[in-house]
């Protein structure tokens, strides 16, 4: 995510969204249906709806917010289509002015990817894999990290988080009382 700026509506807004993505750990549909009255920029929080319409909270870090108020700011120069007796405004658009779509989405994600010089096309879902995993290699607990996916179940969490062995040997080796040396 640190590839060279692009200060287009479409620079921007891709910058906001793999940002505001990675982040909060969202699903593909869930970034698509965020609207601007569920950012909470003093609180850092944003207001999911996941499967099942379940509603959640999950906080956002300070870069997600810093390239989401740049493009709120600079880049929504365009009017939002809405039909009569609508009053959201989604966050992400395309350059009609309409919400932007899980597809659309997933090109930006897969484009984004293969520009950044990773070598290989990295879904969406990826991301949210990537996010689960680093909290949980940087100490997170499974239940906390369920909470943040909106998963119901820990057994889904743990398909999600792939815990590198050598963490394993280094908790392992701290927590186990018979690895401790006389």
Do not use: W
Not at 81 to 107: M, Y
Not at 155 to 166: C, F, M, P
């Amino acid at each position: 995510m640190n590839a060279q700026r692009d200060n287009s509506f479409s620079g921007l807004r891709d910058r906001a969204m793999l940002e505001i993505f990675y982040s909060c750990g969202l699903r593909l549909s869930e970034l698509a249906g965020l609207d601007v009255a569920d950012i909470d920029f003093n609180q850092k929080l944003v207001k999911v709806r996941g499967k099942g319409r379940k509603e959640r909270i999950v906080p956002v870090g300070d870069p997600a917010l810093k390239a989401l108020t740049d493009y709120l700011e600079k880049a929504r120069l365009i009017r939002t289509k809405s039909e009569p007796g609508v009053f959201k405004i989604p966050v992400f658009l395309n350059q009609r002015g309409e919400r932007i779509t899980t597809r659309s989405i997933a090109r930006i994600v897969n484009a984004s990817t293969v520009k950044s010089g990773i070598g290989r096309k990295i879904s969406p879902h990826a991301l949210r894999h990537s996010f689960a995993t680093h909290l949980l290699n940087a100490g997170a607990d499974l239940r906390s990290i369920q909470e943040l996916l909106g998963h119901e179940s820990l057994s889904t969490t743990q398909k999600y988080t792939a815990v590198d062995i050598n963490r394993l040997m280094e908790i392992y080796d701290k927590a186990h009382p018979r690895t401790k040396k006389p």
